[in-house]
């Protein structure tokens, strides 16, 4: 079963920190990551993603990926009450038609 | 860019009747959407993967007689739920996946209520 796990949280962070979410995934030959951002009753957004291992920066977001450790994380720089939603991991891989596998999500809560 | 379009964006109807929701990418060609269902404070389960000109592919107990779905040009798939009964009631929300990278970009979603 490939999985994709993230730590539900919430995590909660001060407004103008940084937050920081992990994903590890099980799938060695996964390819493909990306985070989206989900605020309730909405759909998900795609934020960033990332193909190699390093860092990926847009604007303040840094997407994470270490294949050999089988984890990808995303900063949040200078953390904003707007950025209070559920970050979800998603992971593919070139076969089985590059369906996403999908974390269960991290509720992030920053407090103004 | 990488827009998507979802229509109706909410819906309510009575049991039994059938519903048909629209997924569009408007600045994109996508030969594969795909469609999933969401209930309250839950993860999005995926339905279907749908290829343009090409059956759908349905994920392990959805019932494809039920959840019709039809991707009929490039940019244009739609889901129907037939005969819907109160348990059918959800968001569905489609995505269209564009070529490499291969991202996927997600509508707006539609909130079924059968009554």
């Known amino acids: 079963q490939k999985e994709v796990e993230q730590n539900s949280g919430p995590l909660s962070v001060p407004e103008g920190a940084i937050a920081s979410l992990n994903c590890t995934y099980s799938d060695r030959v996964s390819q493909s990551f990306f985070w989206y951002r989900q605020y309730s009753g909405k759909s998900p957004e795609l934020i960033m993603s990332?193909?190699s291992n390093g860092d990926k920066e847009d604007g303040r977001f840094t997407a994470q990926l270490n294949k050999a450790s089988q984890y990808v994380s995303l900063l949040i720089r200078d953390s904003q009450p707007s950025d209070s939603a559920t970050y979800l991991c998603a992971v593919a891989n070139a076969g089985n038609n590059r369906k996403l596998i999908w974390g269960l999500g991290t509720s992030l809560a920053v407090n103004p | 860019g990488a827009v998507v379009s979802q229509h109706p964006s909410r819906v309510i109807c009575k049991s039994g009747t059938s519903v048909k929701i629209e997924c569009r990418s408007l600045?994109?060609?996508?030969?594969?959407m795909f469609w999933y269902r969401q209930f309250p404070k839950q993860s999005l389960m995926l339905m279907a993967t749908s290829n343009e000109g090409s059956k759908a592919t349905y994920e392990q107990g959805v019932e494809k007689d039920k959840f019709l779905i039809n991707h009929a040009s490039l940019t244009l798939s739609t889901l129907t739920v037939t005969s819907a009964h109160p348990e059918d009631s959800s968001f569905y929300i489609c995505s269209a996946r564009t070529g490499a990278p291969y991202e996927q970009y997600f509508g707006p979603g539609t909130r079924l209520t059968v009554t």
């Open positions: 600045d994109f060609q996508a030969t594969t």
């Open positions: 990332i193909y």
